[in-house]
DNA sequence: TTGTATGCGTTATCAA
DNA sequence: TTGATAACGCATACAA
């Protein structure tokens, strides 16, 4: 068979642009990767000859040789959630400039799903690593620091956590959101969350309005207590479901926005005035609360925010760097239609 | 210097483990790609030691030698839109079932972006790509296609489109839904869409529209025409002042959910009644749809879906067989509370 | 069934 | 400034 078929199937390598332009295949090299090293005239023909025959270095070539794989992991619960997506996309974003492609999985709340994707990942030679939540099987955060690359975990941050956050506390901003109905005069709240169980995040929430009533002397009483996917529906239910109890909670703290907007949407389909008969809270502010009837109070995470700082600290240790990785971002309550001071007891 | 350091510092290669199991790195390679070929207790021995010093195949040593990287790409607008996302969470699940991982990158409707995007996963050796919509520079395509590797167009399916697609008839849907509201008894038909400047997909709606009204005589009026980003406010502020218009529409066509829960949200807030006074559809049927009051007249497309028929397709390519991509999508017209028969005409 | 030896495409070291 | 060449980690034809 002839050596030199007109039409090479396999795309080309630096040995073929190098032929082409006349250079050694380390020159080739140099003016994709240096290109201040290599004589402009010389540059401008390896160039052309580049784009000519449409090359570009080969990136598991050039991993191996450069022991950097130029590829970073994101490891999040699901897409479905808006909070996640704007997390990746801006990370991903990020990244992308300066030249970092991201690697995406979906665990799906799954722990040992969230496990086997890490050690897919590493196995890929991702650079570095960011995650969401620390609540994972122990495993997963050994195989990372075995392999000495930089990490992060995002969307949380709990003081004493062993690991780099960024992300906020999540006990202290439910802390803040129960202290501030309590402060309205509401004194029977009603919680309808995520489930707890393998989730530090939600957990944390939890805890945070706990602390809240206790101070105040008061607690959650069990009939008020809803723990469910986070799902429109699952709100709705929750609050029919818990407004047939007595006594009647007078707010509702709900474990992020979509949780709070069918329990918005339920109360007023069963007639209630919603923050006169029934106040309601969300977390995480997404795009659709404000524009709820009444708009909703939730609390404002900027999870755009959390991706660049993600990616920043990564990006800085990649380069050697030690940053230390900033303090927790501090979610803002943002006071909207369904809260409000609760009319003094009628009657009595 | 010492030979065997007890913590040396650089991951395990399959040297290592094939020291530790004495056995050749030729047998531990076949341990992981082809098991059946080794004997039962070597095999124990050879996972033992892997187990042990945490080995695992390295991803670009393997991609090199098998000529094979393993990994797909996707490339898509934005994971800001809920549609989007869908796709790449399905996408990612499919694929990772069968140890394909996923590169993720977002072009934010850019074609230059795109461009540069999709050449980047070249280089990185993606063995598929999938791609949003197929109005892109003609590089892109000639990039791919010159790199002789699988692809799809998602959310899209042109009659008569050179490329492979999972997706529907934009321009065949909107004129489905056109004919609907006329059948409803609407002749003045107002338009909140998304810019179509470089973008077929939404270019193909405006058209499909176009066709229904043209059947009819009819066509849109100038200042019933909005185009602009898709978002809730734009909808929110096309609607106010399309309804200084006159005449004034009876019924809105918008390009997507986020638009037309807008629109839906304004005119309500302006004191109209919904549909009585305005009829108005959405495209996508994203989840808080169903949820607004009245719940939105929209057209259903099961993104996790396409998501998951990419993947397949994808998929089988690249075990060499020569799949036709499916038939298009049917989105499904989904009547819900904003659009109703037109009251006979008042007066007259 | 197991081992040996070569190739995969690039980068980096060193010498010219 | 440029070129020759040795890694890089693994898979596979081929030999045993």
């Given at each position: 068979?002839?050596?030199?078929?007109?039409?090479p199937k396999r795309p080309p390598?630096?040995?073929?642009?190098?032929?082409?332009?006349?250079?050694?295949?380390?020159?080739?090299?140099?003016?994709?990767?240096?290109?201040?090293?290599?004589?402009?005239?010389?540059?401008?023909?390896?160039?052309?000859?580049?784009?000519?025959?449409?090359?570009?270095?080969?990136?598991?070539?050039?991993?191996?040789?450069?022991?950097?794989?130029?590829?970073?992991?994101?490891?999040?619960?699901?897409?479905?959630?808006?909070?996640?997506?704007?997390?990746?996309?801006?990370?991903?974003?990020?990244?992308?400039?300066?030249?970092?492609?991201?690697?995406?999985?979906?665990?799906?709340?799954?722990?040992?799903?969230?496990?086997?994707?890490?050690?897919?990942?590493?196995?890929?030679?991702?650079?570095?690593?960011?995650?969401v939540g620390e609540s994972h099987?122990?495993?997963?955060?050994?195989?990372?620091?075995?392999?000495?690359?930089?990490?992060v975990v995002t969307y949380s941050?709990?003081?004493?956590?062993?690991?780099?956050?960024?992300?906020?506390?999540?006990?202290?901003?439910?802390?803040?959101?129960?202290?501030?109905?309590?402060?309205?005069?509401?004194?029977?709240?009603?919680?309808?969350?995520?489930?707890?169980?393998?989730?530090?995040?939600?957990?944390?929430?939890?805890?945070?309005?706990?602390?809240?009533?206790?101070?105040?002397?008061?607690?959650?009483?069990?009939?008020?207590?809803?723990?469910?996917?986070?799902?429109?529906?699952?709100?709705?239910?929750?609050?029919?479901?818990?407004?047939?109890?007595?006594?009647?909670?007078?707010?509702?703290?709900?474990?992020?926005?979509?949780?709070?907007?069918?329990?918005?949407?339920?109360?007023?389909?069963?007639?209630?005035?919603?923050?006169?008969?029934?106040?309601?809270?969300?977390?995480?502010?997404?795009?659709?609360?404000?524009?709820?009837?009444?708009?909703?109070?939730?609390?404002?995470?900027?999870?755009?925010?959390?991706?660049?700082?993600?990616?920043?600290?990564?990006?800085?240790?990649?380069?050697?760097?030690?940053?230390?990785?900033?303090?927790?971002?501090?979610?803002?309550?943002?006071?909207?239609?369904?809260?409000?001071?609760?009319?003094?007891?009628?009657?009595?």
């Open positions: 068979m002839s050596e030199r078929e007109p039409k390598r630096a040995v073929d642009v190098a032929a082409a332009a006349e250079v050694s295949i380390a020159t080739v090299s140099r003016v994709f990767n240096s290109p201040e090293k290599v004589a402009p005239p010389i540059r401008e023909r390896v160039l052309a000859a580049a784009k000519a025959m449409g090359w570009m270095p080969h990136a598991a070539g050039s991993a191996l040789a450069r022991r950097r794989s130029s590829i970073v992991g994101a490891v999040i619960p699901t897409l479905d959630n808006e909070v996640f997506a704007a997390q990746v996309g801006a990370m991903q974003t990020a990244f992308a400039e300066r030249g970092i492609t991201l690697l995406l999985s979906c665990f799906n709340y799954n722990q040992d799903q969230a496990r086997s994707d890490v050690q897919a990942m590493l196995a890929r030679g991702v650079e570095a690593l960011a995650i099987k122990p495993d997963l955060f050994a195989d990372i620091q075995a392999r000495h690359i930089p990490y941050h709990r003081p004493g956590s062993p690991h780099p956050c960024i992300g906020f506390d999540n006990r202290q901003a439910f802390r803040k959101i129960a202290r501030h109905l309590l402060d309205d005069g509401h004194e029977v709240i009603g919680v309808i969350i995520q489930p707890t169980t393998g989730n530090d995040r939600v957990a944390d929430r939890l805890d945070g309005i706990r602390d809240a009533l206790a101070e105040r002397g008061l607690g959650i009483r069990p009939q008020h207590l809803y723990e469910g996917e986070w799902s429109i529906d699952f709100g709705r239910q929750s609050v029919r479901a818990m407004l047939e109890t007595a006594p009647r909670p007078t707010a509702l703290i709900c474990g992020n926005d979509y949780l709070a907007i069918g329990a918005l949407l339920e109360a007023r389909a069963m007639g209630l005035a919603v923050p006169r008969d029934l106040a309601i809270t969300g977390f995480d502010d997404i795009a659709i609360s404000r524009q709820m009837d009444p708009p909703l109070t939730t609390m404002h995470i900027d999870n755009h925010e959390i991706g660049r700082r993600a990616a920043a600290y990564l990006l800085s240790c990649l380069q050697g760097e030690s940053p230390t990785p900033a303090p927790p971002l501090v979610p803002t309550l943002v006071l909207r239609g369904t809260t409000g001071a609760l009319a003094p007891a009628r009657g009595a």
